[in-house]
């Protein structure tokens, strides 16, 4: 499987402005396991350059995050993957096609269960990738991928002002429609019996 993970970088990567979880060893790692990697932030094109060379990482790409479709119609992969820190970068990832990844989930580095286990996706009647789902469940045998458990009753809301969910890093309004959608298989199936 070939995979493609775009790093932001400040508050994603280690060298980030602030520091982010995802170390530079997570990034060679995933290099050296055959992922096609670069970069898509703010930051100006000659920075990025300029961080990954100080770093002695080579990459396949270097964007502005807001072109993330030139990235996926230049490179051909099985899965896209965007990790960053803001609401911004889950906009431009889904935006592009790409399954989006908070940066603190991505420094249990889940590319590597993916690539192992083969599997990209949730079973049929979920609606989403394991990215965006968050249930990659690789201690099942062969890394089966399991619907989430999810309920709004866990959603942590810190700011009242735009009903944001911290728990899941999503508006709370987002919660309360992904909870619905994992509802909504179950009562069709139980509707047919």
Same mark, same amino acid.
């Given at each position: 499987? =070939?995979?493609? $993970?775009?790093?932001?970088?400040?508050?994603?990567?280690?060298?980030?402005? /602030?520091?982010?979880?995802?170390?530079?060893?997570?990034?060679?790692?995933?290099?050296?396991?055959?992922?096609?990697? #670069?970069?898509?932030?703010?930051?100006?094109?000659?920075?990025?350059?300029?961080?990954?060379?100080?770093?002695?990482?080579?990459?396949?790409?270097?964007?502005? *995050?807001?072109?993330?479709?030139?990235? *996926?119609?230049?490179?051909? !992969?099985?899965?896209?993957?965007? $990790?960053?820190?803001?609401? $911004?970068?889950?906009?431009? !990832?889904?935006? !592009? #096609?790409?399954?989006?990844?908070?940066?603190?989930?991505?420094?249990? %580095?889940?590319?590597? !269960?993916?690539?192992?286990?083969?599997?990209?996706?949730? /079973?049929?009647?979920?609606?989403?990738?394991?990215?965006?789902? #968050?249930?990659?469940?690789?201690?099942? /045998?062969?890394?089966?991928? *399991?619907?989430?458990?999810?309920?709004?009753?866990?959603?942590?809301?810190?700011?009242? %002002?735009?009903?944001?969910? %911290?728990?899941?890093?999503?508006?709370?309004?987002?919660?309360? =429609?992904? %909870?619905?959608?994992?509802?909504?298989?179950?009562?069709?199936?139980? #509707?047919?019996?």
């Amino acid at each position: 499987m =070939k995979i493609l $993970l775009s790093f932001d970088i400040d508050g994603t990567l280690e060298t980030g402005d /602030p520091p982010g979880p995802v170390t530079l060893d997570m990034v060679r790692r995933a290099r050296d396991m055959g992922c096609i990697i #670069g970069s898509a932030s703010d930051r100006s094109i000659s920075s990025q350059t300029a961080m990954w060379e100080r770093s002695e990482i080579v990459v396949d790409f270097v964007a502005n *995050k807001h072109v993330l479709m030139e990235i *996926k119609q230049r490179f051909e !992969a099985d899965f896209y993957l965007h $990790l960053g820190d803001r609401e $911004l970068d889950r906009q431009f !990832a889904r935006e !592009a #096609g790409f399954d989006f990844m908070w940066m603190d989930e991505a420094a249990s %580095e889940p590319w590597i !269960a993916i690539q192992n286990s083969g599997i990209a996706q949730v /079973p049929d009647g979920t609606g989403a990738s394991i990215i965006e789902k #968050g249930v990659l469940n690789s201690s099942g /045998p062969a890394g089966i991928i *399991k619907p989430p458990q999810f309920s709004t009753s866990d959603c942590n809301v810190v700011n009242k %002002e735009y009903n944001w969910c %911290e728990t899941h890093h999503r508006p709370i309004w987002e919660c309360k =429609k992904y %909870e619905a959608d994992l509802k909504a298989p179950q009562k069709e199936m139980d #509707g047919l019996d």
